[in-house]
T-cell receptor, first 115, second 110 residues
Framework: NAGVTQTPKFQVLKTGQSMTLQCAQD?????MYWYRQDPGMGLRLIYY???????DKGEVPNGYNVSRLNKREFSLRLESAAPSQTSVYFC??????????????FGPGTRLTVT | KQEVTQIPAALSVPEGENLVLNCSFT??????LQWFRQDPGKGLTSLLL???SQREQTSGRLNASLDKSSGRSTLYIAASQPGDSATYLC?????????WGAGTKLIIKP
């Protein structure tokens, strides 16, 4: 039982390049999330998926797109990377998006640098 | 708009001490509050979740309290150990989204 896995662990991009961050969970969870964490700040929600086939914007969705490929996988795409997207990206999953909110389980993160 | 603040940003204490980490939030209309631990280069681990109807939760040496009316939560760590060194984050469930504090970096000196 690997929990939540993310690939890659590290990535350096040039401004304007595109890439997709991959996330998979093996806990049969319905909901999945993408966050970014910047120095000195709390995590901020980029997008989430309450269930397979649905996605919704979070607090900071601009510049990103997501795909809930199936129940296990939730990918985050940067179409044209900008230096402001330099951050650590975390994927998480949870068993139930309805209130009360259940525990979220986090992946190890992807450290992205855009030059 | 919900805002979550954690003070202090960093804390260093000798091993064996009991300590309290603070979390405050601006909107008392929350569903629950969670405390997480983050180790360098690793993901976040959920420590405790307090439902809005609860006042506290305990897990081993950890005790988290919630006072919704004053917008405060505390995480009490008893008999601290060097292995407790990490960044501790609190997050409130506000309108089905987790709003996070910036964390308190805790260092336990042997």
């Amino acid at each position: 039982n690997a929990g939540v896995t993310q690939t890659p662990k590290f990535q350096v991009l040039k401004t304007g390049q595109s890439m997709t961050l991959q996330c998979a969970q093996d806990m049969n969870h319905n909901s999945m999330y993408w966050y970014r964490q910047d120095p000195g700040m709390g995590l901020r929600l980029i997008y989430y998926s309450a269930s397979e086939g649905t996605t919704d914007k979070g607090e900071v969705p601009n510049g990103y797109n997501v795909s809930r490929l199936n129940k296990r996988e939730f990918s985050l795409r940067l179409e044209s990377a900008a230096p402001s997207q330099t951050s650590v990206y975390f994927c998480a999953s949870g068993s139930n998006i309805a209130a009360p909110w259940d525990e979220q389980y986090f992946g190890p993160g992807t450290r992205l640098t855009v030059t | 708009k919900q805002e979550v603040t954690q003070i202090p940003a960093a804390l260093s204490v000798p091993e064996g001490e009991n300590l309290v980490l603070n979390c405050s939030f601006t909107d008392s209309a929350i569903y629950n509050l969670q405390w997480f631990r983050q180790d360098p280069g690793k993901g976040l681990t959920s420590l405790l979740l307090i439902q809005s109807s609860q006042r506290e939760q305990t897990s081993g040496r950890l005790n988290a309290s919630l006072d919704k009316s004053s917008g405060r939560s505390t995480l009490y760590i008893a008999a601290s150990q060097p292995g407790d060194s990490a960044t501790y984050l609190c997050a409130v469930d506000s309108n089905y989204q987790l709003i996070w504090g910036a964390g308190t970096k805790l260092i336990i000196k042997p």
